[in-house]
DNA sequence: TAGCGTAATTTTGAATTCATAATTAAGTCA
DNA sequence: TGACTTAATTATGAATTCAAAATTACGCTA
């Protein structure tokens, strides 16, 4: 018999989809921390749901790359690795080039100003030096610009391996010259986006991975020889 | 009580891993057909499997874009588009062209002695006009190049979008001009590889996909145009 | 007979059950 | 005590059951 008064008991839509979702939120808000095992049974206990939609939704999480599934041992929070991120930067690096320069052609002078304003937001919380406001609107202005593309396939794409990239939490962690080249960066991204500049915004979102990956790689190695240490 | 001598009984591995690779052969081998119902019961008695495995499987599917779930109606085999063959090739060709830049950088010379010899037996099969035969050892060539550019996370991005396209048993569809055409980019790719030319293997990998989705958009409209008239 | 409304049937989504594999706990012996 | 074996417990994978939704079949009325 179920749980009757579960904490978060779920409703709408097919409780999969759905738990496809909350699951997506735990694991990259690392309350389901990466090398853990998914703990099916509470899972089900705090949603207030049976084993079965739960495991649909693992499923998918596992075909994303969000979790490993091992026989007769369960699920597990797949880990965030060197490896893995030079692998996955480079192909997030194509598609986000790829979105600059289908947005240039079809992006409105709204959209434009939109992406503006957030763009000003951002240099704001770069001055106040408020890196989790930068990040916060840093993917906003990434998600417009993958919006101004018209092309799902490339935002879905794009999502499921950023989804991968950001179970690190420390992604966000960027050294002061680092954070000031991005915003240098990022000030070339909205010049290029206005004037729709094709070919120049791709090249620069590109670059603009491959830095990110370098600095997402270094922080990587220097947790590794921490933990070697220790 | 579960069918015990159930025509295609499997055994090794997840059952519903299995069932995933089983069920994506079916419909890219369109038996079971693009916007059709997927027989769910039929399906469980075929494997000899239950309903359980079966119906995670078709959750991945579903997220892969191969079905459709329609809330309390069952899945359907979803349907190749022109506006999702306009949306899918752009980005498969930017992935393709980051494979052919990144083989060109880790590719050994047995590889391209192997591709070079698919590559030959391709051509003997354009003189000898055996579209089945070309199609498959094409395929195996866009394999290899992958393969070569040792990214997983590409190989596997590269195809599931391949997947989607391939539901379309006419993608295999060409005029003569178009097969002229496709050869002789063909020998572009076989140069540029075997020169380890990056760029340009990049560039040639990119117009090829924009070619071949305009090839392919053009059947799918004349199609459209001959089912109105039914 | 065509259209509508209702009952029977089937299908779906999700919970439950069940056999088996994996893990943990307990006991044995050197 | 500590390694090894075996029994008890738990977790997993998959089949089955069950309630609700959708579909089909049937009969009624105009």
New interface residues.
């Given amino acids: 018999m179920m749980e009757e008064n579960a904490p978060e008991t779920i409703a709408r ?2 409780l ?1 989809h759905e738990l ?1 979702d909350r699951l997506q939120l735990l694991i990259i808000g690392a309350e389901l921390a990466p090398g853990t095992k998914v703990p099916e049974k509470a899972l089900c206990a705090r949603f207030g749901v049976s084993r ?1 939609p739960l ?3 693992l ?2 999480l596992a ?2 790359g969000l979790v490993r ?1 091992e ?1 007769n041992r369960g699920a597990w929070v797949t880990r965030v690795t060197i490896g ?1 991120v030079e ?2 930067f ?2 997030l690096g ?2 986000e ?2 979105s600059g320069e ?1 947005a240039c052609k079809s992006i409105t002078e709204e959209e434009i100003q939109a992406v503006r304003a957030l763009h000003d937001q951002m240099m704001q919380s770069y001055e106040q030096r408020d890196l989790a406001t930068y990040f916060a609107i840093n993917q906003k202005i990434h998600r417009a610009i993958l919006t101004a593309a018209r ?4 935002t879905t ?1 794009c999502q499921a ?1 950023s989804l991968r990239m950001q179970r690190a939490r420390y992604l966000a962690n960027m050294t002061e010259g680092r954070w000031y080249e991005a915003v240098q960066e990022h000030e070339m991204i909205m010049q290029f986006l206005a004037a729709r500049a094709g070919k120049e915004l791709a090249k620069t979102l590109l670059d603009h991975m491959d830095a990110k990956r370098a600095s997402v790689v270094q922080w990587l190695q220097s947790q590794e020889t921490t933990a070697d240490r220790a």
Same sequence: chains 1, 2.
């Fill in positions: 839509k097919s999969h496809v079965t495991r649909e939704a499923k998918v075909s994303d599934l026989p893995e692998e996955v480079p192909v194509a598609l080039a790829l289908l092309n799902k396939t490339l794409s391996l």
